[in-house]
């Protein structure tokens, strides 16, 4: 399983998890499953999502990158619409390659694309950043 190093590792001051720490060898990678959005989400789960996928164009773009360490329950929410697989899917494979579509991450958080005031998600604080964790 491939390790994304310098991805953040979770939202800062949040329980959410962007990625995980070792793969599952006995089970096999966590499938990927499409996670519906509905309007009435908490405002923090929806803040997770922008902040995973601002990650994700920062360290990507609109590049293919492999699955990996990627956690499946956030790429669950994004699964399908701003991130799309390239190749056949295979929802359980750590080297699925995905990419992010750019025009549809737009639409879906042009808060991200603002050019005058993109959010902060405090990433500088560098909690939760697994640049120095050990390698297992």
């Known amino acids: 399983m491939l390790k994304h ?5 979770r939202l800062p ?7 995980i720490r070792r793969e599952n ?6 499938p990927i499953t499409r996670r519906e959005r509905f309007r009435d989400r908490k405002v923090v789960d929806k803040r997770a999502d922008a902040a995973f996928l601002s990650a994700l164009i920062t360290n990507f773009g609109d590049e ?22 390239v190749g056949n899917f295979d929802p359980a494979d750590y ?34 950043w697994d640049d120095d964790e050990d390698e297992r």
């Open 5 to 9: 190093r310098g991805f953040p590792g």
């Open 13 to 19: 001051g949040t329980d959410f998890q962007f990625t």
């Open 25 to 30: 060898r006995k089970k096999g990678a966590t």
């Open 64 to 85: 293919p990158f492999e699955r990996g360490n990627l956690d499946a329950g956030r790429l669950g929410w994004l699964i399908g619409r701003e991130v799309k697989a």
């Open 95 to 128: 080297e699925q390659l995905l990419q992010v579509d750019m025009a549809a991450a737009e639409a879906s958080f042009p808060e991200l694309f603002a050019q005058d005031s993109p959010p902060d998600f405090g990433w500088d604080d560098d909690a939760g």
